[in-house]
């Protein structure tokens, strides 16, 4: 009797038992890896322009305490740093450096702008202008 349990309790899977598992999760993978890669390209672009209106109330703050925006040449390092000809700077107006957008870039910014007194945007993606999608410009005009 002790024989016969030990060879049943033996038996494991076949090749073919361990394959066909396998192109089921294989095929499963293949439904929701594409759906998770959307979110998360989603979810950059959110991030971006989170940072974006963080920047935006940032440069607000700059802006009463010294009058007017800090120029192209001055930058978001305004922000942290202090400009030298700011008598009435009363920052840092960031808690931490600049962020890089979620792509690891700077942020550009440009006073005066094209869209306001300011522009101040993401590239998006893929670097470059325009683009849909995650390749969108993320910007702090719209």
């Known amino acids: 009797m002790l024989r016969r349990l030990t060879g049943t309790a033996s038996r494991g899977f076949?090749?073919?038992e361990l394959l066909v598992v396998l192109v089921v999760l294989g095929l499963l993978?293949?439904?929701v890896?594409?759906?998770y890669f959307s979110q998360l390209g989603k979810s950059e672009v959110k991030a971006a322009r989170a940072q974006i209106e963080g920047l935006v109330k940032a440069l607000d703050l700059y802006r009463l305490d010294t009058g007017h925006y800090p120029s192209t040449e001055q930058g978001l390092a305004a922000l942290v740093t202090h400009p030298g000809n700011e008598a009435k700077w009363g920052?840092?107006?960031?808690?931490?450096a600049v962020p890089a957008d979620p792509w690891g870039r700077n942020y550009a910014y440009v006073a005066p702008?094209?869209?306001g007194e300011y522009d101040l945007y993401s590239l998006g993606k893929d670097g470059q202008p325009g683009g849909d999608g995650e390749n969108a410009d993320v910007t702090s005009w719209e």
Do not use: F, I, R
């Open 91 to 96: 920052g840092p107006y960031l808690q931490k």
């Open 33 to 35: 890896a594409p759906k």
């Open 113 to 115: 702008g094209e869209h």
């Open 29 to 31: 993978a293949g439904l």
């Open 14 to 16: 076949t090749l073919l």
